[in-house]
């Protein structure tokens, strides 16, 4: 694990050196390095999949958010000369900025393509869904949101109205707890990587005691006894940070089918597919912290061992 002492003129040939012997300490323990690796990505996994997710599902309700939506269920009866007169009539307000015309005939052919309701659609004699018209309301705040829904809930053309913002407020806060529980997570996790390196560094300096010994008796100095071990630590977390990306990009490609389908039961104008993929800013982040915490954890218990060492 330890250099060889001496004082090369190049000195980027002696870290190419260093990080060369920290990678072969690394590969005589394969099962050990292997079981270790494993055991912090997977530590690490939890908080990444709950951040991953958080953070698609913000990216998916943002824009309902900043557009907030009403739908207003029209009778019964309602055909497409009410839908085009109630649509006119709604437009001409200066608290709605658009609307869209959903026909009973096109609602119940999406909602025949969503896995697990085409079969019980097709059970029915009649289409049992409502004419419906999607408003895009001018007003961000949720109390005027309410009172433009009771207005137009008083239209005779209108059977009931939906405030989207609810399930949006609902699912945001969803999301939100999500975000909270991933970061705390991720802190005691980076508390206990940093522990696993840490440890995993002592046992290595105590079963090289005899050749840092030797070091110290010819004249080594302790930095450059040290440098071996913070590439070690490096590399610790570098292959860890690719294992828990590996990891989570794996279950992502499972089990994001499945979220999505959740989601669009939960609400059908939710976006069929949502981007639930790491990104490259996130993943150098993860690179690079991990980095950074093994790096750290090696170079406090190694420098505090080697200090213990006398020649």
């Given at each position: ?260 389908e959740f989601l669009l039961k939960y609400n ?44």
């Amino acid at each position: 694990m330890t250099s060889t002492f001496s004082a090369p003129s190049n000195r980027l040939q002696q870290h190419v050196v260093d990080l060369r012997q920290a990678w072969q300490g690394m590969l005589t323990r394969p099962i050990a390095t292997l079981s270790t690796l494993l055991a912090i990505a997977t530590t690490l996994l939890v908080p990444i999949l709950l951040l991953v997710i958080s953070s698609g599902l913000a990216q998916a309700l943002d824009p309902y958010s900043n557009s907030p939506r009403l739908t207003a269920y029209l009778i019964d009866t309602s055909d497409k000369a009410m839908m085009g007169y109630v649509s006119e009539r709604l437009l001409s307000r200066e608290d709605i900025g658009f609307v869209e015309i959903v026909s009973k005939e096109s609602a119940f052919a999406e909602f025949a393509n969503i896995n697990g309701f085409g079969d019980l659609l097709g059970e029915l004699e009649s289409n049992p869904l409502p004419d419906a018209l999607i408003i895009s309301a001018l007003e961000l705040d949720f109390s005027q949101l309410e009172n433009l829904a009771a207005e137009l809930a008083a239209f005779p053309e209108i059977d009931l109205v939906q405030l989207d913002a609810q399930w949006i407020k609902r699912l945001q806060g969803f999301t939100q707890l999500m975000t909270n529980f991933g970061l705390l997570i991720g802190l005691a996790a980076v508390l206990g990587f940093f522990l696993v390196i840490a440890n995993t560094t002592k046992l290595i300096i105590q079963q090289s005691e005899d050749e840092i010994r030797v070091l110290k008796l010819i004249g080594a100095p302790d930095t450059f006894i040290l440098r071996p071990f913070l590439y070690s630590g490096l590399a610790y977390g570098f292959f860890v940070a690719v294992f828990a990306f590996v990891l989570q990009f794996a279950i992502i490609a499972v089990f994001a089918h499945l979220i999505d389908e959740f989601l669009l039961k939960y609400n059908a104008s939710l976006p069929a597919q949502i981007d639930f993929s790491l990104g490259l800013v996130w993943l150098l982040f993860l690179l690079l912290a991990s980095s950074f915490t093994g790096l750290l954890a090696a170079g406090v218990s190694a420098y505090q061992e080697i200090l213990k060492l006398e020649p």
